[in-house]
C-alpha cells in the first residue's frame, strides 16, 4: 500500500486577506526516491510572514508561488526511505519541504540537524531562517556599535526577539516595539530589552522621545506602516534602517508607505533591505555563533508551536497576522 501524501497547494492568489477559497486540499500517494534521492516526512512546519508575500504574482526576491503548486514552506523533518548517499533513514534534516507531509528531495538545499542539541521547532526559529536573517540584518545591514540605540518593531516574533537579543550582547541599548501589555513584559523579562513600547495603547512617538532621547541609531523593521513613520521621525545622524519586512501591509489592498522619508536625507540616514539569501555561503558562520550564545544561556529562543495537521495551515497562517503568536510560529504535523 502507498503512503498518502496530504498537501495545502495555492488555488488562486489573495485578494486582503488569504481566505479558504485560496487553497486547495489535495490527498495523492507519496513518491518513491530514485538513484540519489531520498523521501522526507515532514515533521513541523515554518509560519512564516512572508508566505503572504510569496502568494502574490510579480517580481520580488523570490519567484511566486504558481496557482496549483505546493504551498512553500521551511521545515524539519526525518528521512524515512533513501537512496542518496548523504542521507540515511533516520537523519533529521531541515529544508524548504512545502506545506505537506512528505517530500521528496536530491539533497539541494538540505541541512541535517540533530534533535539532541535543540528542538527541533529551534532548526526553523533561532537556528533556521528566523534568526539568521536577524543575525546578517542587524550585524551586516544594521552595524550597530556598543553604546548605541536600536530599535526593533515585531520584537515578540520570531525574528525581532533575535534582533533584540542579539544588539544586547553587542553591547547597545535596546528597545522594542510589540503589540499587547503582555508582549511587552516579555521582551522586557525574557528577552531582557531595556524597554518596550505597547503601540496598541502607546503613542509609539512620544515614548520614543522618552525611551531613545538622543535618536536611534539603528532601526529594524518587521512591520512598516504608522510604526516604520513614527521611527523616522527619531534617527539619530547617520542611522541605519533595517528594511526587513511590513506584516501590517501584507493583506491591505492600498499599502502605505512611509510618509516621513526625507528623515533619511536630514540625518544623512539610510534604508536597506535584507534578504537572507544573499548570506547563504555564511549559513554555518551564523548558525554556529548563535548556537555558541544559545548554550551560553545569552540566546533565549521561544517557539509557539501548534499541534495539528497539514490541514490547519491556513488557519495557523493567520495568527500571524492577528497577532496571536509569540516567538516563532510552527505548525507541528508529526511526531
Known amino acids: 500500500m502507498s503512503t498518502i501524501n496530504r498537501q495545502i497547494r495555492l488555488a488562486a492568489r489573495p485578494v486582503g486577506e488569504p481566505r479558504p477559497a485560496d487553497w486547495q486540499h489535495v490527498e495523492e500517494p507519496a513518491a518513491q526516491p530514485g538513484d540519489g534521492e531520498f523521501l522526507v516526512q515532514v515533521l513541523c512546519l515554518s509560519i512564516d510572514p512572508a508566505m503572504r508575500g510569496w502568494m502574490n504574482a510579480g517580481r520580488s526576491y523570490i519567484r511566486p508561488v504558481e496557482i496549483g503548486e505546493v504551498m512553500r514552506a521551511g521545515a524539519v523533518g526525518r528521512v524515512v526511505a533513501s537512496r542518496h548517499s548523504g542521507f540515511a533513514v533516520g537523519d533529521h534534516v ?118 531613545a532621547p538622543d535618536g536611534v541609531d539603528v532601526y529594524f523593521d518587521n512591520v512598516g506602516g504608522d510604526v516604520l513613520d513614527a521611527v523616522l521621525l527619531r534617527l539619530a545622524r547617520g542611522a541605519r534602517v533595517v528594511v526587513c519586512g511590513a506584516i501590517s501591509q501584507y493583506n491591505s489592498t492600498k499599502p502605505q508607505g512611509p510618509a516621513n522619508y526625507l528623515s533619511l536625507l536630514v540625518n544623512r540616514a539610510s534604508m536597506t533591505g535584507i534578504v537572507v539569501f544573499d548570506y547563504a555561503d555564511r549559513y554555518a558562520e551564523g548558525i554556529a555563533q548563535m548556537a555558541a550564545w544559545r548554550a551560553e544561556g545569552r540566546l533565549k529562543s521561544l517557539e509557539d508551536v501548534v499541534s495539528g495537521s497539514v490541514a490547519e495551515f491556513p488557519d495557523t497562517l493567520m495568527r500571524l497576522f492577528r497577532g496571536d503568536n509569540r516567538g516563532k510560529l510552527v505548525l507541528k504535523i508529526a511526531d
Do not use: N, W
Not at 516595539?177 to 528577552?191: P, Y
Open 94 to 211: 531541515s529544508g524548504t519541504f512545502g506545506v505537506q507531509e512528505y517530500c521528496l528531495s536530491d539533497g539541494r538545499g538540505v541541512t541535517k540537524v540533530d534533535p539532541e542539541a535543540a528542538p527541533l521547532p529551534t532548526y526553523l526559529g533561532t537556528l533556521g531562517m528566523s534568526g539568521l536573517t536577524a543575525y546578517f540584518g542587524l550585524i551586516e545591514v544594521g552595524r550597530p556599535e556598543p553604546g548605541q540605540t536600536v530599535v526593533v518593531s515585531g520584537a515578540a516574533g520570531a525574528v525581532g526577539s533575535v534582533v533584540g537579543q542579539i544588539a544586547k550582547i553587542l553591547g547597545c541599548r535596546v528597545v522594542g516595539i510589540a503589540g499587547g501589555e503582555a508582549k511587552c513584559r516579555m521582551v522586557v523579562d525574557e528577552f531582557g530589552f531595556d524597554a518596550a513600547i505597547d503601540y496598541q495603547s502607546e503613542d509609539v512617538r512620544k515614548a520614543l522621545r522618552e525611551h
